[in-house]
């Protein structure tokens, strides 16, 4: 979740001094850096949820999956912490690496305050690093799944519900809807509360 900016622009080179001596975590976009706030335990679950997930599936091959703690470069002025990335460029998964630059698949569990922000303008940015292929938005309002995936020059979308099988295809990952909400308290619909 994303704070107010500092006041002032900071270079590159100051952002990424601030961001690794603070205790606080920032992102930065063209010039400002933005303070990272706390989640709930919801978007906490779901993130170890997709994590788990994830790297049971992608145990052979080159792809490798990451927690928020992995900085992703989206340009040179411009730098995010997604809440799970999978990326498959051998540089990104090196011992001493802080850097992620060839994100594959990121997913990003979205909160009232920052869903607006996450669904329109961390899209756009995402939709401009080439090895991009899907980009999945997991609810903490409602049980709802979507995953927007490059086809070619253009993006499609597929929205998935309880009883469905979310597909990740440009990994060829299959994940029961229900895996991902497991033992989260996030309502099926406005009046119902699934309870594992």
């Known amino acids: 979740m994303v704070e107010h900016p500092q006041q002032q622009k900071i270079s590159v080179e100051e952002y990424l001094k601030l961001d690794q001596t603070s205790e606080i975590r920032y992102e930065y976009i063209d010039g400002y850096a933005y303070a990272l706030a706390g989640g709930t335990a919801a978007h906490s679950l779901l993130a170890v949820n997709m994590i788990h997930l994830l790297n049971e599936q992608l145990q052979s091959g080159p792809c490798r999956v990451f927690n928020s ?3 992703v470069q989206l340009s040179r002025r411009r730098y995010v912490y997604p809440d799970v990335v999978v990326s498959c460029d ?5 011992g001493l690496n802080e850097i992620l630059r060839s994100p594959h698949l990121i997913v990003e569990i979205l909160s009232p305050t920052t869903e607006l922000y996450d669904r329109v303008q961390k899209f756009s940015y995402y939709q401009e690093l080439p090895s991009m292929q899907e ?6 309002q409602r049980q709802m799944v979507e995953i927007y995936r490059r086809n070619g020059a253009t993006w499609t979308y597929r929205r998935y519900y309880p009883g469905q099988t979310v597909e990740l295809e440009s990994l060829d990952i299959h994940i029961p809807f229900t895996a991902i909400y497991e033992r989260v308290r996030v309502p ?9």
Not at 90 to 94: I, T
Not at 135 to 140: C, F, G, N
Not at 188 to 196: A, C, K, Q, T
Request: aromatic fraction near 8%; charged fraction near 45%; avoid cysteine.
């Open 90 to 94: 051998v540089a990104d998964s090196e």
């Open 69 to 71: 703690d992995m900085r």
């Open 188 to 196: 099926i619909d406005d009046d119902e509360f699934l309870e594992e």
């Open 135 to 140: 980009y999945m938005l997991i609810s903490t």
